[in-house]
């Protein structure tokens, strides 16, 4: 009997404030349980100096 894997996605909800939610800093509790993402964000700067 094969077992099935399931790769989970991460996911966030349609029209969900998404940077706040981002930005949360994960509690002593979730860090020493392992629930947390670390989230890297990149910044596209768009004004041209010239």
């Not at 949360?24 to 004004?47: C, K, R």
């Given at each position: 009997?094969?077992?099935r894997?399931?790769?989970?996605?991460?996911?966030?909800?349609?029209?969900?404030?998404?940077?706040?939610?981002?930005?949360?800093?994960?509690?002593?509790?979730?860090?020493?349980?392992?629930?947390?993402?670390?989230?890297?964000?990149?910044?596209?700067?768009?004004?041209?100096?010239?």
């Open positions: 009997m094969k077992k894997q399931q790769k989970e996605q991460a996911t966030i909800a349609v029209g969900m404030d998404t940077e706040d939610e981002l930005r949360e800093n994960a509690s002593m509790e979730e860090i020493e349980e392992g629930d947390y993402t670390q989230v890297t964000t990149l910044s596209f700067d768009e004004n041209d100096p010239s």
